[in-house]
Structures are given as C-alpha cells and as structure tokens.
C-alpha cells in the first residue's frame, strides 16, 4: 500500500466557467423523508457526455441508465457532528467547525464568533462533558484555520464528539436535524465533517436492485472537510483543501477489472473522483493507496479513470463544476442546469441528482 500526498495534476483552465444564477427557492431546506418521501426518490438529470440531450426521471431509475459490468464507487466516510461549542478562557462563545483531522487529538478548526472568523495560539478551550481543547497555530497555507489539540483522543475523544457535537448546516437548513439524516448507509469510519452527499439517496432496496442487474459495488474513503469558511471572500477563491482518503486493494481491482472488461467506473461523487484519480497511475489503472490529496480537477484534466458521476446540482462558481466540466462540455452543461431551474429541480446536500455518463 502506497501512502503519499499528492499535488495538484491539473493543466490551467482554458474555457469560460458555468454561471448561472440560482432561486432561492430551489435550495433544499429538508431532506427528502421530511418533504414525505423516500431517500431513493428524488428527481434525476441524465446528462450524457456526448452530443445528446438530457433526460428528467426519477433517482430511483438509476437502472436503466446503467449496464451489467458498470461499477459504482461509493464514498463510506461516515458523517460527524462536526460543529462544536466551546467556551475561551474568557468564558466568552466560540463556535468550533472541524475541518480536517490530523491525528488522533488534532484537528485543523475554523473558530467563529458568529460568523466572524477569531482565534489566538495559545487559545484554551472548554467543552461540554468536561472535553478540553487548546489552539497551537495557525495552518501557513490556510489562515482561516488553526491546529487544536484536544486533551483526550482515539475512540474517546470520537465519543464525545458524538455526544457534544451537532451536524454542520448552512442557513438554507433552518432547523437541526438528526445526524442519521447526514449519513449514508454505508457509512463506516467516522471522519467527514459535511456528509459526501451524493451518496445518499442511494437505498439497499436499490442497491440490492443494481447488483441484480450486474451492476458491481465498491468503496474507499476521502474525508470531507468544511464546504464554506463563511467568509464569502474566502470561499470565491475556492481554498485547495488536503483530504485525507483511502482506497482499498479490494476497490483498486475492482476499478481495474472493470476497465479491463469495457465496464464504466461510475463515481458517487466528487471525492470519489478525487480519490480515484489520485491514486491512478499514468496507464489508467488504480493502486491500492492512501493519504492527502489536494488534486483539483479542472475542464482541462484529462480523466484517467472514472467514465461517470453521479452528484448533486452544485451552487453558482463551485469549484465542484470545474470537476463537472472535465466530464461534459461546460457549454452543455450550463445548459443543462438552465433545464434544471425551470423544471423546479432542488439544490444542496439534500436535493435533487445528477448522472453524467
């Protein structure tokens, strides 16, 4: 097994960017069980990659627009509360966002007071259930964030983040909702901040129903970190994250297998494609590997091994369209997303899909 950090494999972008501009009613306050329906049954746009136009269905008949001998690569991250309230040795209120776990009792953090950024090497931190915390720097390439060392670690500590901790939401999610509604479920080893959310209209009814139509599975792991710094002039410039992920010997062969019977890899979302291609060698073939990646996939970035993706709508200026437009024409899908506004489709974590294959 390799264990390396990557940099970036991209070449500069040279097309113009999607825009467009998003109705505030099209964000997705709730998921789909509190809106009365099932996780498998939200709308789904196909958009193929090639000269044809999309077509409007339901998630549920994600079957029909896949072949026996196509693979599905799931993210398994599972989701933690990862935001957390604290009190400074002041006693004033800090709100604390993990971003990325760096070992057993260190995080990198986003300290807030309201949505104002703060923090201070040095800075002591005290929880709930007696948890303790102390601030030892800021991350140089990143100086949003800052390195904390909790006072406990290992499964311990995930303990009482699970105890203390609430779900990272946005202000288009107005209520707190239960963590079970931000995780997958395939969900495995806690790590991820924000839930990979792709993955989760996926059911084990439909799962079940794919793997009946020759359709394999596989999964690995990339730990997501926070989506948003609050900052809105941080977060148009689009921060390359390092995350950390894992993709098994088991998933690298069935990956290369795949490819090498005319299979398509179809990735449930973009980490998965992150990983993925990061742990690809020059020939298009996965090796088993772990690490940090901090490749950023841009409409130029030749795509070694994934054939399809399946995601959610993205937000006007994401870098997660730069990733789409490696797939599809930026042109097409603009256009493809214009179809998604009219025809009422739902943004965010929560909303409505699309498959680009």
């Not at 400074?88 to 070992?103: F, P, Q, S, Y």
């Not at 950023?296 to 030749?302: A, K």
Request: one cysteine or more.
């Amino acid at each position: 097994m390799l264990n390396f950090q990557v940099e970036p494999r991209v070449a500069p972008p040279s097309v113009a960017p999607v825009q467009f501009v998003l109705p505030p009613e099209l964000e997705a306050h709730q998921p789909a069980e509190l809106r009365g329906m099932r996780r498998d049954a939200v709308r789904l746009m196909v958009l193929p990659r090639w000269n044809s136009e999309p077509i409007h269905t339901r998630f549920d008949a994600l079957g029909d627009f896949l072949r026996a001998g196509d693979l599905l690569v799931v993210n398994d991250s599972r989701t933690l509360p990862g935001l957390l309230r604290a009190r400074d040795e002041n006693d004033e209120a800090v709100e604390v966002r993990l971003a990325h776990r760096r070992a057993d009792d260190l995080w990198d953090v986003l300290l807030l007071n309201g949505r104002t950024h703060i923090g201070r090497a040095g800075m002591r931190l005290r929880f709930a259930k007696g948890l303790r915390a102390q601030i030892l720097a800021r991350r140089p390439d990143l100086p949003f964030l800052w390195r904390m060392k909790f006072d406990t670690c290992c499964a311990e500590l995930l303990d009482l983040i699970y105890q203390i901790g609430e779900p990272v939401r946005y202000t288009y999610v107005a209520d707190a909702l239960p963590l079970d509604l931000y995780q997958t479920v395939y969900a495995k080893a806690p790590g991820s901040v924000e839930m990979p959310s792709a993955g989760r209209p996926l059911t084990w009814e439909l799962l079940l129903k794919l793997k009946r139509q020759g359709i394999g599975f596989a999964s690995l792991s990339l730990h997501t970190g926070l989506s948003s710094t609050r900052d809105d002039s941080i977060d148009k410039i689009h921060p390359n994250y390092d995350e950390e992920f894992s993709v098994p010997a088991e998933t690298a062969r069935a990956v290369n297998e795949t490819r090498e019977r005319g299979g398509r890899v179809v990735a449930v979302g973009t980490t998965v494609v992150r990983a993925l291609e990061t742990a690809s060698r020059a020939d298009g073939t996965v090796t088993d590997s772990r690490g940090w990646t901090k490749l950023r996939i841009h409409p130029d970035t030749r795509l070694r091994v994934v054939d399809g993706l399946l995601t959610g709508l993205h937000e006007p200026q994401a870098s997660h369209l730069d990733m789409l437009s490696a797939f599809v024409e930026p042109k097409r899908l603009q256009a493809a997303y214009q179809q998604c506004i009219a025809r009422g489709y739902l943004w965010h974590e929560f909303g409505d899909m699309n498959l680009i294959i």
